[in-house]
């Protein structure tokens, strides 16, 4: 944030901190007045924050931090003020009043520096600086607002300063102060905010701007960022919001819909939360002051400033953001929602595969055929082709699309209805390839034996890795998509085969096992009969995709 115009009662000032200058209206060098060096001291006393002179960094309230750099052009150091005007007592900013103040010791009494909204400062000034201070009249008042309403037209912050001489024995109070002037400030929104906007609007989460900023600065803001369209802003002040239970329902609605609300005090975030959650919406608010930690452990999902936030606001918050950026609330959001498929991938394989494990005994038993795969060689495939494509598939890093597609409900199982569909599902492809198996095998080969059960078992453990495939999202490529792109399950499926295979050709592990060496026809119905349920897997996820295509697709109105 940097401050970009002054406009004082005697004349208007441009900064060029590129150049190092201050400039008129016309980009003319201009040399910094008595006037103006008044006006960047109070600035610069009115102010808890530090500069560092070596990078022009520093620590406290970007605005401050502003302010203090345009001292530094003026030749003014806040150190060096506070060393001749040595400050006594703060006046912390207030939601109410809109204003602070710090007082400092100076010949003759004290001096009360001022800054605060506009329309704040304007209300308690009683006079007006120029060569000789002259009382501010409700015209000039006036004319002033519309000064500072044509600032934020541009898309400025603005914030007026003032100040006050007091006896040493008074205390500090917002009345009869001199208005000194108007101060610009360009707020330059991150290149990554309006990306990350769009990418919330297709992940139907609904972004709303709520700020202590002008309503027209906001709206202006809003239109840059994509929040709103440009000349279709709904903006609500401060001022319109009533208390909960005052609104009717046209207000109610009226709120509801509004992109920006401006000028809103911190008990007033609270109200809008409350009014967002008995709406149905599912509510994050950022902030960073200690008057935003009552909002922040109301919301659903409190996020705090890392950087620029108070303790008490990390504390309050349940996401703290270590780089200030509202990207990393996109990036967290799609990290959430790719855990939350893993975990599911995660629990739906392994269930899928010891559905068909139970299913193939049960069914060959009440079919009177011989036992299809016996306890030992269940353990071993329990602690092969479950465990390591489970572990793989919980690596994934998720679909292209998980950011494009629909929030899900708050009270969404893990694993619901259609979860367990899909588990039951596909645990009967499974128990029909292998049981299939093992007819061909017994009917017509005229397997017996240890060589008919090595049939069903590298059946059963083969169409369990190729199971993993049919993990992959609906509306997914079949070729490239988050399971065929992890180099995890290539690894997991990799070292299950070979498993399977020791197994096989391993003499002490095929005698522990009960195994005999498939011959040629033996293969032939193993990779046939372990391919069709991955072949017909892929076949409905193509097909589910193509009805979900076909169905209105929910819209992107949630408040996240």
Same mark, same amino acid.
């Given at each position: 944030?940097?401050?970009?115009?002054?406009?004082?009662?005697?004349?208007?000032?441009?900064?060029?901190?590129?150049?190092?200058?201050?400039?008129?209206?016309?980009?003319?060098?201009?040399?910094?007045?008595?006037?103006?060096?008044?006006?960047?001291?109070?600035?610069?006393?009115?102010?808890?924050?530090?500069?560092?002179?070596?990078?022009?960094?520093?620590?406290?309230?970007?605005?401050?931090?502003?302010?203090?750099? /345009?001292?530094?052009?003026?030749?003014?150091?806040?150190?060096?003020?506070?060393?001749?005007?040595?400050?006594?007592?703060?006046?912390?900013?207030?939601?109410?009043?809109?204003?602070?103040?710090?007082?400092?010791?100076?010949?003759?009494?004290?001096?009360?520096?001022?800054?605060?909204?506009?329309?704040?400062?304007?209300?308690?000034?009683?006079?007006?600086?120029?060569?000789?201070?002259?009382?501010?009249?409700?015209?000039?008042?006036?004319?002033?607002?519309?000064?500072?309403?044509?600032?934020?037209?541009?898309?400025?912050?603005?914030?007026?300063?003032?100040?006050?001489?007091?006896?040493?024995?008074?205390?500090?109070?917002?009345?009869?102060?001199?208005?000194?002037?108007?101060?610009?400030?360009?707020?330059?929104?991150?290149?990554?905010?309006?990306?990350?906007?769009?990418?919330?609007?297709?992940?139907?989460?609904?972004?709303?701007?709520?700020?202590?900023?002008?309503?027209?600065?906001?709206?202006?803001?809003?239109?840059?960022?994509?929040?709103?369209?440009?000349?279709?802003?709904?903006?609500?002040?401060?001022?319109?919001?009533?208390?909960?239970?005052?609104?009717?329902?046209?207000?109610?609605?009226?709120?509801?819909?509004?992109?920006?609300?401006?000028?809103?005090?911190?008990?007033?975030?609270?109200?809008?939360?409350?009014?967002?959650?008995?709406?149905?919406?599912?509510? @994050?608010?950022?902030?960073?002051?200690?008057?935003?930690?009552?909002?922040?452990?109301?919301?659903?999902?409190?996020?705090?400033?890392?950087?620029?936030?108070?303790?008490?606001?990390?504390?309050?918050?349940?996401?703290?953001?270590?780089?200030?950026?509202?990207?990393?609330?996109?990036?967290?959001?799609?990290?959430?929602?790719?855990?939350?498929?893993?975990?599911?991938?995660?629990?739906?394989?392994?269930?899928?595969?010891?559905?068909?494990?139970?299913?193939?005994?049960?069914?060959?038993?009440?079919?009177?055929?011989? /036992?299809?795969?016996?306890?030992?060689?269940?353990?071993?495939?329990?602690?092969?082709?479950?465990?390591?494509?489970?572990?793989?598939?919980?690596?994934?890093?998720?679909?292209?699309?998980?950011?494009?597609?629909?929030?899900?409900?708050?009270?969404?199982?893990?694993?619901?209805?259609?979860?367990?569909?899909?588990?039951?599902?596909?645990?009967?492809?499974?128990?029909?390839?292998?049981?299939?198996?093992?007819?061909?095998?017994?009917?017509?080969?005229?397997?017996?034996?240890?060589?008919?059960?090595?049939?069903?078992?590298?059946?059963?453990?083969?169409?369990?890795?190729?199971?993993?495939?049919?993990?992959?999202?609906?509306?997914?490529?079949?070729?490239?998509?988050?399971?065929?792109?992890?180099?995890?399950?290539?690894?997991?499926?990799?070292?299950?085969?070979?498993?399977?295979?020791?197994?096989?050709?391993?003499?002490?592990?095929?005698?522990?096992?009960?195994?005999?060496?498939?011959?040629?026809?033996?293969?032939? /119905?193993?990779?046939?009969?372990?391919?069709?349920?991955?072949?017909?897997?892929? @076949?409905?996820?193509?097909?589910?995709?193509?009805?979900?295509?076909?169905?209105?697709?929910?819209?992107?109105?949630?408040?996240?």
């Amino acid at each position: 944030m940097t401050v970009e115009r002054l406009w004082l009662p005697s004349a208007r000032y441009r900064v060029d901190l590129q150049a190092g200058r201050l400039v008129d209206e016309n980009g003319e060098r201009l040399e910094p007045t008595a006037a103006l060096r008044r006006v960047v001291e109070i600035g610069v006393l009115c102010s808890n924050a530090t500069l560092q002179a070596a990078d022009g960094g520093g620590a406290g309230d970007p605005m401050e931090l502003a302010l203090l750099r /345009l001292g530094q052009l003026a030749g003014l150091q806040r150190e060096a003020l506070l060393l001749e005007r040595p400050e006594l007592h703060e006046l912390a900013f207030d939601a109410e009043t809109k204003m602070m103040a710090t007082t400092h010791r100076r010949d003759g009494g004290l001096l009360m520096a001022v800054k605060g909204a506009p329309e704040a400062v304007l209300a308690a000034a009683d006079d007006i600086a120029n060569d000789r201070n002259r009382a501010l009249s409700a015209e000039m008042r006036n004319e002033w607002l519309a000064h500072a309403a044509a600032m934020a037209e541009d898309g400025l912050r603005v914030l007026a300063l003032a100040e006050k001489t007091i006896s040493p024995n008074a205390m500090p109070s917002y009345d009869n102060l001199t208005f000194l002037c108007l101060v610009g400030f360009r707020d330059p929104p991150r290149v990554d905010v309006k990306d990350a906007i769009a990418a919330c609007r297709q992940a139907g989460m609904r972004v709303v701007m709520v700020t202590g900023d002008h309503a027209v600065t906001a709206r202006k803001i809003a239109e840059i960022l994509g929040i709103a369209k440009p000349g279709a802003a709904i903006v609500v002040e401060g001022g319109e919001l009533k208390p909960l239970g005052e609104l009717d329902e046209q207000q109610r609605r009226r709120v509801l819909s509004a992109q920006v609300l401006a000028r809103v005090t911190p008990a007033q975030k609270l109200d809008l939360i409350t009014l967002y959650q008995s709406a149905g919406e599912v509510v @994050a608010m950022t902030g960073d002051g200690i008057n935003d930690a009552p909002a922040l452990q109301k919301a659903d999902i409190g996020v705090a400033m890392g950087l620029r936030g108070t303790e008490v606001a990390r504390e309050a918050a349940d996401i703290v953001l270590r780089d200030d950026a509202f990207a990393s609330i996109v990036a967290a959001i799609r990290e959430g929602r790719v855990i939350f498929s893993n975990l599911r991938r995660f629990l739906m394989y392994p269930l899928s595969c010891n559905i068909s494990e139970v299913l193939v005994v049960a069914l060959a038993v009440l079919a009177g055929l011989p /036992l299809p795969i016996l306890p030992l060689q269940i353990l071993f495939l329990n602690l092969v082709t479950d465990v390591f494509p489970a572990f793989a598939l919980a690596t994934g890093e998720g679909e292209a699309d998980v950011l494009r597609r629909p929030p899900r409900p708050p009270r969404e199982p893990l694993l619901g209805r259609g979860q367990w569909l899909f588990i039951a599902g596909y645990g009967v492809l499974l128990t029909g390839a292998t049981l299939g198996a093992l007819v061909i095998a017994r009917v017509w080969l005229g397997l017996e034996g240890n060589a008919l059960v090595t049939v069903t078992f590298l059946t059963l453990g083969f169409s369990q890795l190729g199971h993993v495939f049919n993990m992959r999202g609906r509306g997914s490529h079949a070729l490239r998509n988050s399971i065929t792109l992890n180099p995890y399950v290539w690894m997991a499926v990799t070292l299950c085969t070979a498993l399977l295979l020791v197994a096989v050709y391993w003499p002490p592990l095929a005698g522990a096992l009960h195994i005999a060496a498939p011959d040629a026809a033996g293969w032939v /119905l193993i990779l046939g009969a372990s391919l069709a349920p991955l072949m017909l897997g892929q @076949a409905i996820t193509a097909l589910a995709t193509d009805v979900v295509k076909e169905e209105p697709q929910p819209e992107a109105d949630r408040v996240h």
